[in-house]
């Protein structure tokens, strides 16, 4: 019993909801990324390049051949899959990367000058015990 007790402390005290939260804003963060750099990003790019869409971007290692058949419907050749790099898919995800870096850079140096506000303010003073208090009311009444 004293396994699962733990684990429930665990999951209690903040650190696994927290990760699946994390885990499930991220996850949507990159859908919202993928769909910002598919739709207006790379469009831009294409049209800054002459129109080049870099989806379909790709070295062409060995050409796909369709299947031939002869004219009873039996396959003569079978049909050979083409082989390629897919640069152009590679380069998406290489921007896509930056902005998702770019986006953590900002959130990282948001949280930092706050912290630094945090630790800049001046501590307050703490309050005189009851001891400090008895002695300067009778330094005050002496001074009258």
């Known amino acids: 019993m004293g396994f699962i007790k ?5 999951a209690i005290r903040g650190n696994l909801i927290d990760t699946a939260v994390a885990f499930v804003m991220g996850a949507a963060f990159g ?10 990003v790379m469009p831009l790019i294409g049209m800054l390049t002459g129109g080049v869409d870099f989806s379909e971007k790709r070295w062409i290692l060995q050409a796909g051949v369709a299947e031939a058949k002869d004219a009873a419907g039996a396959v003569i050749t079978p049909a050979i899959a083409e082989v390629s790099v897919k640069y152009g898919i590679f380069f ?8 998702v870096a770019f986006a ?28 400090d208090q008895l002695l300067m009311e ?7």
């Open 6 to 10: 733990e684990f429930k402390e665990f």
């Open 31 to 40: 859908k919202i990324v993928s769909a910002f750099v598919d739709g207006m």
């Open 92 to 99: 998406t995800a290489i921007i896509e990367f930056v902005v």
């Open 104 to 131: 953590v850079f900002m959130v990282i140096k948001a949280i930092n000058r706050m912290k630094k506000k945090e630790e800049e303010a001046p501590a307050a003073s703490p309050a005189p015990s009851s001891t």
């Open 138 to 144: 009778i330094r005050d009444s002496l001074k009258k």
